[in-house]
């Protein structure tokens, strides 16, 4: 089976889109699913067979992402649906939404989505000048429009699945997370990453992976290392990951006087030095509120690493179990007293550490890919019996 995933981003972008059309393209192959994919040429001289890349040019604000040519798109999208195609699956809600759109309905089959990003409740955080009540209506009678416009939705969690039934979105919505390459995970250079960024092998390090962007609340751990400092004063926050809200962080680390406490190491190699980060620190944390699902918590279980996490939106999924993490209340203090308990106490983190490897296995690609792949065919088995 062949099937066209279409983005608006993809690598040397770095996102949760992009890593989750990087595993399914990699696990489906061995479920006898042919993946290829459309998205922007950053100009990086990234070439690979199974990508067509479409000039762009970058958005106006944001230097990350890129808008691309719309006639080329178009056309490549097409191009790729003459080559072979049975299924499209759209991964960005832009301008691969309506390329793909049209594609599969000139060709007569399936188009789908995943609705990677809850849209309603990031656009305050980049038009603060636009009232908060009218871009969060916006961003519901879009979505809405978009997946209704489609054959089925695919939504990582329950809670998306609930938000987009409360939408008004009547088209079939199926939870299916993205899994993780459990196997990837497991570094084991925590001495030669401390040495090599100048981390003492005995410090208590609590780590944060992911885009340094305002929904991901980061502000927020801030305030936990500012109290939990005073319970353990050599606590180190190591925040791994490059984003829009970089700036702002680093002037509130001078302002906050925690420049001894918090760490920014910038992107990460996602084969060759995220592996060894996880392994480097004691314990993970993360306070977005506004994930779909969140993946970093999953890739931290599989390295062994205790987490310490709000559960909120997507995350509720993950965390719910309790298994491997500690949830504490949305609160700096009842965050701050968790994560000082785990690094207090080893055999607590131990622990944590074997209930993470365990339940991160139950999400592995290999799993999620198989219910992927079967849903797929299951599509496109309903488009050909109503044609």
Not at 58 to 84: I, N, T, Y
Not at 287 to 308: D, F, I, K
Request: charged share 20%.
């Amino acid at each position: 089976m062949r099937i066209l995933m279409v983005s608006d981003v993809y690598f040397p972008r770095i996102n949760g889109v992009s890593t989750a059309i990087q595993t399914y393209r990699e696990a489906l192959s061995a479920r006898g699913i042919e993946v290829s994919l459309v998205a922007p040429d950053y100009g990086s001289g990234c070439r690979e067979p199974w990508i067509s890349r479409v000039p762009a040019r970058p958005v106006p604000c944001d230097p990350e992402d890129r808008l691309m040519r719309w006639g080329v798109l178009r056309s490549a999208v097409d191009a790729a649906v003459a080559r072979g195609c049975d299924l499209i699956h759209v991964q960005t809600p832009f301008l691969a939404h309506y390329a793909s759109h049209g594609a599969a309905r000139r060709a007569g089959i399936p188009v789908i989505a995943t609705y990677h990003t809850l849209f309603e409740e990031y656009l305050q955080h980049y038009a603060p000048f636009i009232p908060a009540g009218w871009l969060r209506s916006m961003a519901r009678r879009f979505s809405r429009s978009q997946c209704n416009a489609l054959n089925a939705v695919i939504v990582p969690s329950q809670a998306i699945h609930q938000r987009l039934s409360n939408y008004g979105v009547r088209t079939p919505l199926h939870i299916l997370p993205t899994g993780i390459p459990v196997g990837r995970f497991s570094g084991a250079g925590r001495e030669a990453f401390r040495a090599r960024h100048g981390i003492d092998p005995t410090r208590p390090v609590a780590l944060y992976v992911g885009r340094v962007a305002h929904e991901k609340n980061i502000e927020f751990l801030l305030g936990v290392v500012a109290l939990a400092r005073g319970y353990l004063p050599e606590l180190l926050l190591v925040i791994a990951g490059e984003g829009p809200a970089l700036a702002g962080l680093r002037e509130s680390v001078v302002s906050r006087g925690l420049s001894a406490n918090v760490q920014f190491l910038g992107y990460l190699d996602r084969r060759s030095e995220l592996p060894d980060c996880y392994a480097a620190a004691d314990v993970f944390t993360f306070a977005s509120r506004t994930e779909t699902q969140g993946l970093v918590l999953l890739e931290a279980m599989a390295a062994g690493l205790p987490v310490v996490a709000l559960a909120a939106m997507g995350t509720i999924d993950i965390l719910g179990a309790r298994r491997g993490a500690r949830v504490p209340e949305d609160d700096p203090g009842a965050f701050s007293f968790e994560l000082v308990e785990v690094l207090r106490n080893a055999d607590w983190r131990q622990r944590l550490a074997d209930e993470g490897r365990e339940y991160a296995n139950e999400w592995s690609d290999e799993t999620l890919a198989g219910r992927m792949a079967d849903l797929y065919r299951q599509i496109h088995q309903a488009q050909r019996s109503s044609l």
